[in-house]
């Protein structure tokens, strides 16, 4: 497989060939408040559903992006949305070189982040604490245990420029990896950084992180990733958008390995577009 050669071909494809091609895999929106709107509404039926059958849910989900959790928080208030049964598994959270997750306190704390913008926002009596995991260095061995038991109901997904879901950056065997502690990829660092608001601060930017494996998400019943270009002027996401849809898989984009699972990706007419240049 020539991956190179391979992404020629796939950016040549116009939007409406990729549409055309995708089928039922792909939504496409004209906006990123659709998007996010799209992403808080799937995750408040999936509750609801769940909750009139006495069911738990069990998703897995992101921080990126990040914009459908205020809408969500406003979903769960308009419709009394009960989440007294619903477990959420967090994909991955950054630490420090010696391996201990951020403090919630630090500005890049994905754990931090989320009780800024919704954990804050909601009914604290609705939803159990032990219910909701972030990956971290006393956790990291039990979330495989316990997703192997339980399972997931849908993960929910953002996507790197790498190809990666949660922290699982290209590298071999990459399908069958499970919850551990990575070394981040550079360019997940840089691009990371630039989205950041750092102020192109790469040397103190974390280069490690905990993170769910590939293989826990690829057992999820359901995949559904919101691909985006979220930096405006910068199209960073065109490219993995059509490998996520049609490339081969392999260990060099690990998003490809969803290829034979029950997936679904929605993205933006703007991500969707062929890049000015094709290289």
């Not at 750092?198 to 590939?214: Q, W």
Request: hydrophobic letters at 35%; one cysteine or more; proline letters at 6%.
């Amino acid at each position: 497989m020539n991956r190179r050669k391979e992404i020629q071909e796939l950016l040549k494809l116009t939007p409406e060939e990729v549409k055309k091609q995708a089928g039922r895999t792909l939504i496409v929106y004209q906006t990123l408040d659709e998007l996010h709107k799209d992403f808080a509404d799937r995750i408040a039926k999936e509750i609801e559903n769940n909750n009139r059958q006495t069911k738990p849910t069990r998703i897995i989900l992101p921080v990126g992006p990040t914009g459908q959790y205020p809408i969500l928080v406003s979903l769960i208030e308009k419709r009394k949305i009960s989440l007294e049964n619903c477990f959420f598994f967090f994909m991955d959270e950054y630490c420090d070189d010696n391996g201990y997750v951020l403090s919630s306190e630090h500005p890049l704390s994905f754990k931090g982040i989320m009780e800024k913008i919704f954990f804050s926002k909601i009914n604290r009596q609705s939803i159990k604490k032990k219910n909701v995991f972030f990956p971290d260095q006393f956790n990291i061995q039990y979330l495989r245990e316990i997703i192997d038991r339980d399972g997931i109901d849908t993960c929910y997904a953002g996507l790197g420029i790498t190809g990666h879901l949660a922290f699982n950056e290209p590298e071999p065997g990459i399908e069958d990896s499970e919850p551990r502690l990575v070394y981040l990829n550079p360019i997940t660092i840089t691009i990371n950084a630039i989205r950041a608001d750092v102020g192109g601060n790469l040397a103190g930017f974390p280069r490690k992180a905990y993170t769910l494996g590939m293989r826990q998400i690829l057992m999820a019943k359901r995949i559904i990733i919101y691909c985006r270009n979220d930096i405006p002027g910068i199209d960073w996401a065109n490219t993995v958008l059509r490998l996520a849809l049609f490339g081969t898989p392999g260990d060099d984009y690990p998003v490809t390995y969803i290829r034979n699972r029950n997936y679904l990706i929605i993205t933006t007419e703007e991500t969707l577009r062929q890049p000015g240049c094709l290289l």
